[in-house]
Every structure is written in C-alpha cells, then in structure tokens.
T-cell receptor, first 114, second 113 residues
Framework: GAGVSQSPSNKVTEKGKDVELRCDPI?????LYWYRQRLGQGLEFLIY????????KSGLPSDRFSAERTGESVSTLTIQRTQQEDSAVYLC????????????FGDGTRLSIL | QKEVEQNSGPLSVPEGAIASLNCTYS??????FFWYRQYSGKSPELIMF????GDKEDGRFTAQLNKASQYVSLLIRDSQPSDSATYLC?????????????FGQGTILTVHP
C-alpha cells in the first residue's frame, strides 16, 4: 500500500526565497505531523494536525514558517524568506490519531539554502 | 522541558550478539514509547512501540518499559550487520502534548561481522 509521500525530495534555493513543501499522508490517517532534522541532529517537532481540530503549532520556530492542511488530505509547509539555518530534512508523518498510534514517516524533503 | 535521553554511542557489537539500547525520559506522565531505526540518509522506520510496563517481543526485537524508573530499552537479538543504523527513541507525553513525539538524539549501532 502507499506510504506517506513527500515532494520535492530535494530542494535547493537561494536565501530569501520562499519554499513550499508537500505531504500526502497514508489514506485514512487523520493525524499529520511535520518534523525537522538538521544534519547529525535529532528530530524536532514543528506542527501537528488532527482532523478538523485547530493545529498544534507549538514547534514552529518563527513566523516565517506556516502550514496548512485541507481536511484529512494533503498538507503544505511553507517557509518564507528562507535563511541558511533552515537547511535541513523536513519529514512528514501520519497516523490514525490518538496518543498510542504509531507515526509513519515519508522519505522527507532535503532543503538546502544557498 | 520534556526530554528524552539516549547514549549517542557508537555502540559496537559482534554479529550474533545481543545489542541493548537504552532511553530515559523526563516526563513521568508519558504514555507511549516508540523505537525507530534510521539508516544514513533515510527517514525513520518504526521498529517497535510499547505502552505498558514490561516486555514486548516482535521477532528479534524486544522492547522493555519501566515507567517507575522512566526508562525504555530495545534489545536486538542475533544482531546482523544490516541492523547497523541509528536507533531513535521517541516518547508521546500525552496531555497537552497529545500529538507530538519527542525524540532522543539517537544511538548509533554498528554490528561488525
């Protein structure tokens, strides 16, 4: 069956440009999560969507970061006015929702800011 | 600050041995615990999850949870070179942190032939 799909797989852009990353969750998964992983570091939580509830944005590092999700489908993570410290792998995960449900990750988008 | 701590390693074991990976967490109210394997340049892959105190076995993998001591461990029996990867411990604290996982920094495991 189809897993979590992310696009693009790689993105190289100049400092100051805006970027948009896409995540298509596993069909039927109501919860969707975005994480960031800098080189050699652990995963940092960014944002969490559960159904039609208000998203948990507590991990977004600045107001340059935003994310949207329409219903229980595709989500986009947008980074405005990119900075070099935004270079990282951005990972999307989905689950059936609930604290005990495991999260399944996509292959990630590797973002490089020149 | 809710934290998850792991030894960064590297942990090196010979092929066929038991690899023991440990993780401690700071939030006593944490509800669910996950182990992910991450190969270099790849995304995390779910290995095991556990919610209740005690042991949970799945093939060569055993997860152990002790909520009183706030630690969770992963044992890999009959380790193979293909098990060489970074192992990430992740904790869901529940409550106001309902949806998100807090990850440890990961333990690098090397299984040598």
């Amino acid at each position: 069956g189809a897993g979590v799909s992310q696009s693009p797989s790689n993105k190289v852009t100049e400092k100051g440009k805006d970027v948009e990353l896409r995540c298509d969750p596993i069909s039927g998964h109501t919860a969707l999560y975005w994480y960031r992983q800098r080189l050699g570091q652990g995963l940092e939580f960014l944002i969490y969507f559960q159904g039609n509830s208000a998203p948990d944005k507590s991990g977004l590092p600045s107001d340059r970061f935003s994310a949207e999700r329409t219903g229980e489908s595709v989500s986009t993570l947008t980074i405005q006015r990119t900075q070099q410290e935004d270079s990282a792998v951005y990972l999307c995960a989905s689950s059936l929702g609930g604290v005990n449900q495991p999260q399944h990750f996509g292959d990630g988008t590797r973002l490089s800011i020149l | 600050q809710k934290e998850v701590e792991q030894n960064s390693g590297p942990l090196s074991v010979p092929e066929g041995a038991i690899a023991s990976l440990n993780c401690t967490y700071s939030d006593r109210g944490s509800q669910s615990f996950f182990w992910y394997r991450q190969y270099s340049g790849k995304s995390p892959e779910l290995i095991m999850f556990i919610y209740s105190n005690g042991d949970k076995e799945d093939g060569r993998f055993t997860a152990q949870l002790n909520k009183a001591s706030q630690y969770v461990s992963l044992l890999i029996r009959d380790s193979q070179p293909s098990d060489s990867a970074t192992y990430l411990c992740a904790v869901n604290a529940g409550g106001t942190s309902y949806g998100k996982l807090t990850f440890g920094q990961g333990t690098i495991l090397t299984v040598h032939p």
